[in-house]
T-cell receptor, first 112, second 114 residues
Framework: AQSVSQHNHHVILSEAASLELGCNYS??????LFWYVQYPGQHLQLLLK??????LVKGIKGFEAEFIKSKFSFNLRKPSVQWSDTAEYFC??????????FGSGTRLLVRP | GAGVSQTPSNKVTEKGKYVELRCDPI?????LYWYRQSLGQGPEFLIY????????DSGLPNDRFFAVRPEGSVSTLKIQRTERGDSAVYLC????????????FGPGTRLLVL
């Protein structure tokens, strides 16, 4: 069975700092990968997704993620975070029956 | 346009009671998913509908849980004989059929079983 690991449960950064959130998955075949974000009081929203092609994927709000097949990783990055990026971030992999398997999430707090 | 809506937003019930949670997907979306999110965890898959039929119900934890989508649009998740361990946020998502399609999530129903 596929699984997703997010090793950073809580991250605290100051504004303008760079962000990298780790995500590792267990499945070795063709993978479809996602990052979702949940802002305080809001529902889950898609940040970006990877299906094939360029392993560097750009999403909304300046986020990007790099798929590294040899490392089974799909880390999320942002060069300079803002206070408004405070949220919980979830990495997910889609399995063969189209369901999403989520990691446990990373809570990001950006201090102004 | 309108997103996925879920009602009620909060539900408090007593152990042993029956509850129904409703999901209204985005119009035209054929795929509908239910997930459950416990405190401190990511969402966990429960069931997936393609049209009216359950294409994958492997995530339902036991036979107290049941879901329907009779007309291929609105879906209802039904929980019988609720237990305290059922307390969680129940999320619904909808999308177009296909591997490359995004799943759009609703705001969830927060269920508390006392």
């Amino acid at each position: 069975a596929q699984s997703v690991s997010q090793h950073n449960h809580h991250v605290i950064l100051s504004e303008a700092a760079s962000l990298e959130l780790g995500c590792n998955y267990s499945y070795g075949g063709t993978v479809n990968l996602f990052w979702y974000v949940q802002y305080p009081g809001q529902h889950l929203q898609l940040l970006l997704k990877y299906f094939s092609g360029d392993p560097l994927v750009k999403g909304i709000k300046g986020f990007e993620a790099e798929f590294i097949k040899s490392k089974f990783s799909f880390n999320l990055r942002k060069p300079s975070v803002q206070w408004s990026d405070t949220a919980e971030y979830f990495c997910a992999v889609m399995d063969s029956s189209y369901k999403l398997i989520f990691g446990s999430g990373t809570r990001l707090l950006v201090r102004p | 346009g309108a997103g996925v809506s879920q009602t009620p937003s909060n539900k408090v019930t007593e152990k042993g009671k029956y509850v129904e949670l409703r999901c209204d997907p985005i119009s035209g979306h054929t795929a509908l998913y239910w997930y459950r999110q416990s405190l401190g965890q990511g969402p966990e898959f429960l069931i997936y509908f393609q049209g009216t039929g359950a294409a994958d119900d492997s995530g339902l934890p036991n036979d107290r849980f049941f879901a329907v989508r009779p007309e291929g649009s609105v879906s209802t998740l039904k929980i019988q004989r609720t237990e305290r361990g059922d307390s969680a946020v129940y999320l619904c998502a909808s999308g177009l059929a296909g591997r490359k399609e995004t799943q759009y999530f609703g705001p969830g129903t927060r269920l508390l079983v006392l």
